[in-house]
């Protein structure tokens, strides 16, 4: 360390500054990434475990960076809420599941669509009347549209019901995402207007798919069962994932057995596939 100045240092180590270069470069270019069209839309199959058809998608953002290829949405969604970009990004992202649903429905496609909110979009003042708008816009029916909420540790649980509840009485269902690995699930499922249950992939990949696990997947889709809520398995990657979720009779799978994320276009020319797992 070299002191520039009395009780301040400049520090020179290459390592960090590499990485603080690279950080405050990505940042700067994700700011930018929604205005260059770098953002894309991916969409995961959603399978009815009863009839073996796909009933639907989860909407999975990508950012094709020019130089860096394509990031992961687990990478820059943080980085989207610490600049404060995550609300434009989730507007864009909202609108663009909504339309291709859309366009599936009118094509006599049925699919409803799951699409991700951030903690973060929760607190944001006018989500109802941007939600609201987007279904207009888009001309998507409410009911094909679900939104998908995770865990925070300082969530307002009384705030997030009046707003959520908002959104449930326009006819849009709400998924309680990556359930059973927080520290206040039951919380919330006490307290919130919940439709939809997703069962953390982590009880379900191959490498976590064990007896033990398995007891608390058929607990956790019979609790689901009890409150009256939908039942997903994520992370469905073989055969006998299936067949044992069929025996709980878990409602929806979702998970690279059926398919990973794809384009629109690509997960069209997928379908004939998809149907046959
Ligand atoms: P998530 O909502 O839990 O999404 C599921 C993730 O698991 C996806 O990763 C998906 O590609 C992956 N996955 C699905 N099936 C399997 C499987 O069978 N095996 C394995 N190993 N993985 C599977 P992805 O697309 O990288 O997304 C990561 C996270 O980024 C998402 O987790 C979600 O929290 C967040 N995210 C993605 N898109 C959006 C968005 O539009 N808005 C917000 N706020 N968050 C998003
Ligand atoms: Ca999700
Ligand atoms: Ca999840
Ligand atoms: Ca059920």
Redesign the pocket.
Known sequence: AKQVSKGSYQIYNPGISRRLKNQLELEMDLRHALSRGELA??Y?PQVDLSSGTLVGT?????WVHPQRGVI???VF?PLAEEIGV?EE??EW?LKT?CRQTRLWNEKGLLFHVS????PK?IFQDNLVDMVRSVLKQTGLAAKFLQL?I?ETADADLIMMSKKLSEIRDLGIGISI??FGTGYNSMNYLKSLPLTQL?I??SF???DYYNSHNMALIRTFVDLADELDLEVVA????TGEHVRFLKTVKCDLA????FG??LSAANLLGQLPIISKQ
Request: aromatic letters at 4%.
């Open positions: 839309m991916y995961q989860e909407a999975l953002m990508r992961s949405p687990g969604i995550i990004i989730g992202a599941a699409v991700n909110l951030s979009q998908e995770t995402d990556d997703k953390d992939q379900i990949r191959k994520e992370g469905v990657e979702q998970g690279y057995l990973r994320p």
